[in-house]
């Protein structure tokens, strides 16, 4: 599995969305990313890439192309 | 009732600290035990009680105003895979002085100890503990926050900022199966409460109702029940352990 499918499976399968709905997807875009919603993202994507995020970061992910800037840029995830 | 649970405690080499892993270890649980910095004594001490009580207590080190000696921690403590079902905020830092005779970087010492570090803390431990969904969590406030008096400005704020975070926290965490209380002890014979007790002079604060200060022990079986199931409803609460009376 990809890095990249890694990343889209922790959204479709913490949020119970499809890969389309994963494009442009914003933090409140849909009901069930809330802030609760948002620490399990975390949570699975800190699981798929064996990593621990910065507070900074995990308040700065507000969209599904941020995140993988974030994750891209200080947690050396290559997509 | 806590048998193989694995319990985080900071300040755990000497005083209530000490006392909590004791009291862990002889109900089962396996301990990660914080101190600032390696030694040999803490060590063997360590070693001494996980033998005695068939657990393993792994000795775990780092600066607790370190924001990355911490993470680093903290980290390493994960990569063991296994669950951290409780959290102890135990590590604190005693002072006494009225505000005008307090310099500000004292005060910031102060809470940085005893306020942001158990809260930089807890952040790094609620993510491992919400992909659990449980988790118990248990700081250190004191009676010198509940008790209005001369010198506290410091010290006793600190506390009662423990006090109202554990309540908001433990209202945040609920939804995750994460419950989180704080202890409120009263004057405790460590070498802590000794110092306290010695350097307040004239102004010795009152033992207890019961004419004494409060054993390490004592302290350590609340934390024993509030990090248990028998305490499955019991959230956000600070709970005073001052062997009654309006004392400190």
Redesign the interface.
């Known amino acids: 599995m990809t890095n990249k499918e890694k990343y889209v499976n922790a959204f479709t399968e913490t949020f119970d969305i499809t890969e389309e709905e994963t494009q442009g997807l914003q933090y409140s875009g849909i009901a069930a990313w809330d802030s609760?919603g948002h620490?399990?993202l975390?949570?699975a994507l800190?699981?798929a890439f064996d990593i621990?995020m910065?507070?900074d970061d995990i308040i700065d992910f507000s969209s599904f192309e941020k995140g993988m800037e974030i994750l891209s840029e200080k947690y050396d995830v290559e997509f | 009732m806590l048998t193989g649970k694995n319990v985080l405690i900071t300040g755990s080499n000497r005083g209530i600290g000490k006392a909590f892993v004791e009291a862990f270890a002889k109900r089962q649980c396996n301990i990660w035990a914080c101190a600032r910095k390696h030694s040999e004594e803490f060590e063997t001490q360590m070693a001494e009680i996980a033998s005695q009580n068939g657990v393993w207590i792994r000795p775990v080190y780092f600066e607790l105003t370190d924001s990355e000696e911490m993470?680093a921690a903290?980290?390493q403590v994960?990569k063991s895979g296994e669950n951290i079902d409780v959290l102890i905020n135990n590590a604190g830092i005693a002072h006494g002085g009225l505000f005008s005779m307090t310099r500000m970087q004292t005060i910031r010492e102060v809470f940085d100890i005893n306020v942001f570090a158990p809260m930089e803390l807890a952040?790094?431990v609620l993510?491992k503990m919400?992909?659990q969904k449980s988790g118990s969590i248990i700081n250190m406030s004191s009676v010198a926050a509940l008790n209005v008096r001369a010198g506290n400005s410091a010290y006793g704020t600190s506390k009662a900022a423990v006090k109202a975070w554990t309540a908001v926290l433990g209202a945040e965490t609920a939804?995750?199966g994460i419950r989180v209380n704080a202890i409120a002890p009263s004057l405790t014979d460590t070498d802590m409460g000794r110092t306290v007790q010695e350097n307040a002079g004239e102004n010795r604060l009152l033992p207890s109702a019961m004419g004494r200060m409060a054993k390490a022990e004592e302290i350590a079986n609340v934390a024993v029940f509030l990090a248990s199931d028998e305490a499955s409803f019991v959230n956000g609460e600070t709970i005073v352990v001052n062997g009654g009376g309006d004392c400190d």
């Open positions: 609760v620490m399990s975390v949570a800190e699981d621990m910065d507070t | 993470k903290i980290k994960l952040q790094l993510r919400m992909r939804q995750y």
